[in-house]
């Protein structure tokens, strides 16, 4: 105990491994608690100021994450074992956790918890945490909205509802939001513009993860929550995985033309959708980018998703994106000889990511190409055409 006293000031960042929680069986938690409290008098790690809890059992997780909670604490983040199968929280058990988090960590900057509805059939070895006092009302988003130093917020699409909503958008100084889709039953609340426009006040940075794309246009609507970003990374549901499609619309791509016109301060763009094993690629004209030409861009990134009039693209954002500077295109085609002309293009562009063809009659001779006047410092490319996933086949260039 005395080496533990010695060297517990120094451990500032500390991350519970999923094994971890698995080979060291607890089997008294409120027994360990106690002599915890005993022996350190609450300051278990007294310095700590970045917890991760990765774990493969809810309660666990929850368990190990309040034994942890110290006043210096300025990110706690409860990870997802997997993107696709998060270990979501029942909401009773957040609820607890995030009232103890409030409380004994009132400097916390970032937090990222997926709560979800209770599930009345859960097993028995899941149901309440017994190291907690249990409240009367399970309301975690309350907690959330005491946390005034919090700039980085991650949460399941279950807290988009009115009430938890403008609770969270009050937060003076929240930054970055990230939304995960919560469990398939819960679908997202219509709010009919009438939420506050003083909401989110210093929001920049939104992702939302695993959403289907009607969700994600109506997410859109909402002004207070997007009018002031810089940076949105759009992941959506697979087209043919999405369960809620409105009639006449299929994928992220028939939705993109209704994205973004209450948006016009981006400079970095994300959109596209998660890939599970082969997942067909989607194809999209330069016209159904016109909201996006309309934004500062910087960055523009479309995973996922093939231009097929690469050339009038060119045209379109050298003139409506002049300041450009990295491009992520890697499903789109491109000749190797029409490299050259897309610096022309875009001056500023430092990193392009393209699916180039090689085809050996196009690659003109050096003496044609001339003296390159370009920004451009780093060429990614693939030389795959939809080929096998197992396959690699990427390579990478440095271009000097």
């Given at each position: 105990?005395?080496?533990?006293?010695?060297?517990?000031?120094?451990?500032?960042?500390?991350?519970?491994?999923?094994?971890?929680?698995?080979?060291?069986?607890?089997?008294?938690?409120?027994?360990?608690?106690?002599?915890?409290?005993?022996?350190?008098?609450?300051?278990?790690?007294?310095?700590?100021?970045?917890?991760?809890?990765?774990?493969?059992?809810?309660?666990?997780?929850?368990?190990?994450?309040?034994?942890?909670?110290?006043?210096?604490?300025?990110?706690?983040?409860?990870?997802?074992?997997?993107?696709?199968?998060?270990?979501?929280?029942?909401?009773?058990?957040?609820?607890?956790?995030?009232?103890?988090?409030?409380?004994?960590?009132?400097?916390?900057?970032?937090?990222?918890?997926?709560?979800?509805?209770?599930?009345?059939?859960?097993?028995?070895?899941?149901?309440?945490?017994?190291?907690?006092?249990?409240?009367?009302?399970?309301?975690?988003?309350?907690?959330?909205a005491n946390?005034?130093?919090?700039?980085?917020?991650?949460?399941?699409?279950?807290?988009?509802?009115?009430?938890?909503?403008?609770?969270?958008?009050?937060?003076?100084?929240?930054?970055?939001?990230?939304?995960?889709?919560?469990?398939?039953?819960?679908?997202?609340?219509?709010?009919?513009?009438?939420?506050?426009?003083?909401?989110?006040?210093?929001?920049?940075?939104?992702?939302?993860?695993?959403?289907?794309?009607?969700?994600?246009?109506?997410?859109?609507?909402?002004?207070?929550?997007?009018?002031?970003?810089?940076?949105?990374?759009?992941?959506?549901?697979?087209?043919?995985?999405?369960?809620?499609?409105?009639?006449?619309?299929?994928?992220?791509?028939?939705?993109?033309?209704?994205?973004?016109?209450?948006?016009?301060?981006?400079?970095?763009?994300?959109?596209?959708?998660?890939?599970?094993?082969?997942?067909?690629?989607?194809?999209?004209?330069?016209?159904?980018?016109?909201?996006?030409?309309?934004?500062?861009?910087?960055?523009?990134s479309l995973?996922?998703?093939?231009?097929?009039?690469?050339?009038?693209?060119?045209?379109?954002?050298?003139?409506?994106?002049?300041?450009?500077?990295?491009?992520?295109?890697?499903?789109?085609?491109?000749?190797?000889?029409?490299?050259?002309?897309?610096?022309?293009?875009?001056?500023?562009?430092e990193h392009?990511?393209?699916?180039?063809?090689?085809?050996?009659?196009?690659?003109?001779?050096?003496?044609?190409?001339?003296?390159?006047?370009?920004?451009?410092?780093?060429?990614?490319?693939?030389?795959?055409?939809?080929?096998?996933?197992?396959?690699?086949?990427?390579?990478?260039?440095?271009?000097?």
């Amino acid at each position: 105990m005395s080496r533990f006293v010695i060297y517990s000031p120094l451990v500032y960042s500390l991350h519970v491994f999923q094994n971890t929680s698995q080979e060291y069986k607890v089997s008294s938690w409120p027994s360990l608690i106690r002599w915890c409290d005993f022996i350190t008098e609450h300051t278990l790690l007294p310095n700590l100021q970045r917890l991760i809890v990765d774990s493969c059992s809810n309660t666990n997780l929850v368990k190990w994450t309040f034994l942890l909670l110290m006043p210096s604490l300025i990110e706690i983040r409860l990870l997802t074992v997997s993107e696709t199968n998060p270990p979501w929280i029942p909401e009773s058990d957040a609820s607890t956790l995030l009232a103890h988090v409030a409380k004994l960590c009132p400097s916390l900057q970032t937090l990222a918890i997926l709560a979800q509805p209770d599930n009345d059939n859960e097993d028995e070895d899941d149901i309440g945490l017994g190291i907690l006092p249990c409240l009367s009302e399970f309301t975690s988003y309350e907690y959330i909205a005491n946390m005034n130093c919090l700039r980085d917020l991650s949460i399941g699409k279950y807290f988009l509802e009115t009430e938890s909503f403008v609770s969270i958008g009050l937060l003076p100084a929240l930054e970055t939001l990230f939304v995960h889709e919560s469990c398939k039953e819960t679908e997202l609340a219509i709010f009919h513009n009438q939420l506050p426009d003083f909401l989110f006040p210093s929001l920049r940075h939104l992702t939302l993860h695993l959403i289907d794309s009607c969700e994600i246009a109506r997410i859109w609507q909402i002004d207070s929550l997007v009018k002031n970003l810089i940076h949105a990374n759009i992941e959506a549901v697979p087209p043919d995985s999405e369960y809620r499609q409105e009639e006449g619309k299929y994928g992220l791509i028939d939705w993109l033309p209704d994205l973004f016109q209450n948006s016009l301060h981006i400079q970095h763009l994300s959109a596209g959708f998660k890939v599970y094993g082969f997942t067909e690629i989607q194809t999209l004209e330069s016209s159904s980018l016109s909201t996006i030409l309309q934004l500062p861009l910087q960055h523009l990134s479309l995973p996922v998703i093939e231009i097929v009039d690469f050339e009038e693209f060119c045209q379109l954002f050298s003139e409506s994106c002049p300041g450009l500077r990295r491009l992520d295109i890697p499903h789109t085609e491109v000749g190797f000889s029409v490299l050259p002309h897309i610096t022309e293009y875009f001056m500023r562009l430092e990193h392009l990511s393209v699916n180039i063809s090689w085809d050996v009659d196009d690659i003109p001779e050096l003496s044609q190409l001339g003296q390159p006047q370009t920004s451009l410092r780093s060429l990614e490319y693939s030389t795959y055409e939809y080929a096998d996933p197992d396959d690699d086949l990427t390579a990478n260039s440095t271009i000097m």
